[in-house]
């Protein structure tokens, strides 16, 4: 027999964000699988769907595979969620898709809120590609190439960071020589008390190393420079000369040239000024 594994993406802060597909499959299903029974227990009361609930999590999700196997080999359905968001993203939970696959049972994804998604959507950064970080480890060779893969990626990035440590990752980003980089800081993502705070890297660490941060944190970085290259000029010219025509003053092109070439204001202030001065050029 087979059975079907839902993979539900649940809301990250505002219930109102719950999809009506993920009520309907979480209201059915014979078993939902979750990181924290005790939080998701909570939102499944609010649901009114009464289900049984089994703990997956990364420390017992090796041990949870074979119980699972067993509940979809009997044709039965199961749901992983996390504890907010879409699971397996920087969660619990690859290990179970991924045995799920392999005994060739069903694996449906019900699309739900994702943190990473909803920071890069109001980030203002290019998002046609982007690389996610998922949280910095917090000490060692690890991190040490942590910072090296955002050093060099040349696309917008995101990351996840625990708000006590926010502003010591933010400082040590500056210190590595990332602290021109165009950031955005979301905190509380969908809360009551959600924002997003934009600035350079180094702006940044100065802002939250002086106030006590809460809430769940995602930062999105503007596109850098694989290699520390400088972007080719003409590129630059010509997207800002684009700007320009559609009536960006010349504070909004060095913004723009500041976000999604990683320049520094100094550099791309000097380039919105010779488009100003030299437009058809």
Not at 19 to 33: E, G, K, N, Q, T
Not at 180 to 190: D, G, N
Not at 205 to 210: D, G, R, W
Request: charged share 25%; hydrophobic share 45%.
């Amino acid at each position: 027999m087979t059975g079907t594994l839902y993979v539900v993406g649940t809301p990250i802060g505002n219930l109102d964000d719950m999809p009506r597909r993920a009520v309907r499959i979480l209201r059915s299903v014979d078993v939902c699988y979750a990181e924290d029974t005790r939080r998701t227990g909570t939102l499944l009361a609010r649901l009114e769907a009464n289900v049984r609930l089994r703990s997956l999590h990364r420390h017992n999700e090796r041990a949870r595979v074979d119980e699972l196997l067993g509940v979809l080999a009997a044709g039965r359905s199961a749901a992983l969620v996390s504890d907010a968001g879409t699971p397996t993203i920087s969660d619990p939970g690859c290990r179970a898709v991924a045995a799920a696959r392999e005994a060739g049972q069903e694996v449906l994804a019900i699309p739900g809120p994702s943190a990473v998604l909803a920071a890069l959507s109001v980030s203002g950064f290019p998002a046609d590609r982007f690389l996610f970080l998922g949280f910095a480890p917090r000490r060692g060779g690890e991190r040490s190439a942590w910072i090296d893969d955002l050093r060099g990626c040349a696309d917008t990035a995101v990351a996840f960071e625990a708000p006590g440590r926010l502003a010591a990752l933010l400082d040590e980003l500056t210190k590595a020589g990332l602290g021109e980089r165009a950031a955005v800081v979301c905190r509380e993502l969908t809360k009551l008390h959600e924002e997003s705070t934009a600035g350079s890297v180094r702006a940044l660490a100065s802002v939250f190393a002086a106030r006590e941060v809460r809430g769940e944190v995602t930062i999105v970085f503007g596109s850098g420079t694989a290699g520390n290259e400088a972007p080719d000029l003409a590129v630059l010219m010509e997207e800002a000369r684009h700007w320009s025509r559609d009536g960006l003053r010349r504070r909004e092109i060095a913004d723009r040239l500041a976000a999604e070439f990683g320049l520094s204001r100094n550099e791309a202030y000097r380039v919105s000024l010779q488009v100003q001065e030299a437009p058809s050029e």
